[in-house]
Nanobody, 125 residues
Framework: QLQASGGGLVQAGASLRLSCAAS????????MGWFRQAPGKEREFVIG????????DYADSVKGRFTIARDNAKNTVYLQMNMLKPEDTAVYYC????????????????????WGQGTQVTVSS
């Protein structure tokens, strides 16, 4: 089970850090990713990190503003979001990849097997 937290309402330009904690399952061997879904839109890839933490991948829309990190000892992944924009408003979901020890970050939802419940991020202008 994945539990995402840290969402909230902020003004444009602010920062937020989301956390995704895993319980009941060790996810240290899986790619971890963050997706988001705005009202009326499809769920989209935001950022991901390989199990070893040596490789990350980003959506163009968040490059230079969002970073991802993982602490395998704590079974937790973090999404640091800086310089937030109103268009970042969405429900953010964390997910764990299907394949263990995968060396590439999947950018589609079908690359991920386990999903958290989502946390709302709202950025006001």
């Amino acid at each position: 089970q994945l539990q995402a937290s840290g969402g909230g309402l902020v003004q444009a330009g602010a920062s937020l850090r989301l956390s995704c904690a895993a319980s009941g399952r060790t996810l240290s061997s899986r790619v971890m990713g963050w997706f988001r879904q705005a009202p009326g839109k499809e769920r989209e890839f935001v950022i991901g990190i390989t199990w070893s933490g040596t490789r990350t991948d980003y959506a163009d829309s968040v490059k230079g503003r969002f970073t991802i990190a993982r602490d395998n000892a704590k079974n937790t992944v973090y999404l640091q979001m800086n310089m937030l924009k109103p268009e970042d408003t969405a429900v953010y979901y964390c997910a764990a990849g299907r394949i263990t020890y995968e060396t590439r970050v999947g950018t589609t939802t079908r690359s991920y097997e386990y999903w958290g419940q989502g946390t709302q991020v709202t950025v006001s202008s």
